[in-house]
């Protein structure tokens, strides 16, 4: 999957700093991050309407508009990039008004380098973590989700089971198999499933299967033959079927229309 280079945007109104934290993260980068600056809040709004921030970095004490203004305007439009503000005074209300807006980290003027740059991997390291649960969401089958919502209900048997199932998708697995390998008698281990995660043994199986099958389309290039053996199914034909009736697409579909809609984001 073609990775889309990631830009930090710089927003202070003083060219000193501006320039300053520009040379640092230039030299830094080496050209694998876009390095962007703005010397006020509204123009950096508008910058960001047009595209793409991964990382903003805000002097807070800005003619027209705060940096702190910038960053709640953002979060009611819903785009939120990972947040630094930098300040040249030790301000305990814009410190506490900060981290309420969820801003990762708060440097001093004048700015060290290494704390620029360490906050800055961080920062990105937080963008990253985002990405891929935001990536997670979009695959996720929800009424699996809701079936593992909250084990804690669950009996013993049946997380032995679940437990079971997750770690021999690969296997044949059959009802009788799991039933033996939590000590229970088929036709009670197979009602007491349903009634516990809301799905019959069958469906949780074949769910938690396709489920695998998403990631693995995703996150490999393997193709959708190896895909099917790696999730439990001899044959291809079988696993596109069951894929298109469960996601209305085929293996191939999926995985083209998630690398657009990746690439577009």
């Keep these: 999957m073609p990775q889309q280079q990631k830009a930090i945007l710089i927003v ?3 060219p000193l700093t501006r320039n300053g934290i520009n040379r640092t993260l230039e030299a830094w980068s080496a050209g694998k991050y876009r390095i962007l600056c703005a010397d006020n809040g509204i123009e950096a709004l508008r910058m960001l309407k047009t595209q793409l921030i991964h990382v903003l970095i805000t002097d807070i004490r800005m003619p027209e508009m705060t940096g702190l203004q910038m960053v709640e305007t ?11 503000v930098i300040s040249g005074h030790p301000d305990f209300q814009y410190a506490q008004t900060a981290i309420q807006l969820g801003v990762v980290n708060y440097l001093l003027k004048p700015i060290n380098k290494r704390k620029l740059l360490e906050a800055v991997e961080q920062a990105l390291r937080l963008e990253e973590g985002r990405e891929r649960m935001e990536a997670l969401e979009k695959i996720a089958d929800h009424k699996l989700l809701h079936a593992m919502a909250d084990d804690q209900r669950y009996s013993d048997p049946v997380k032995q089971a679940v437990r079971y199932i997750e770690e021999h998708l690969q296997e044949q697995l059959g009802l009788s198999e799991v039933a033996a390998q939590v000590h229970l008698n088929p036709s009670y281990f197979s009602a007491l499933f349903k009634e516990q995660m809301g799905l019959t043994f069958s469906e949780f199986t074949t769910r938690s299967r396709l489920q695998r099958a998403k990631e693995l389309l995703l996150q490999t290039r393997l193709p959708i033959t190896d895909i099917a053996e790696k999730v439990g199914y001899q044959t291809s034909k079988y696993f596109i079927k ?21 690439q577009e984001i």
């Design 12 to 14: 202070d109104d003083e």
């Design 74 to 84: 953002l979060q009611a439009g819903g785009h939120k990039p990972v947040v630094i």
């Design 242 to 262: 069951l894929f298109k009736d469960y996601e209305g697409k085929s293996p191939s579909q999926y995985r083209k229309e998630m690398y657009t809609d990746d």
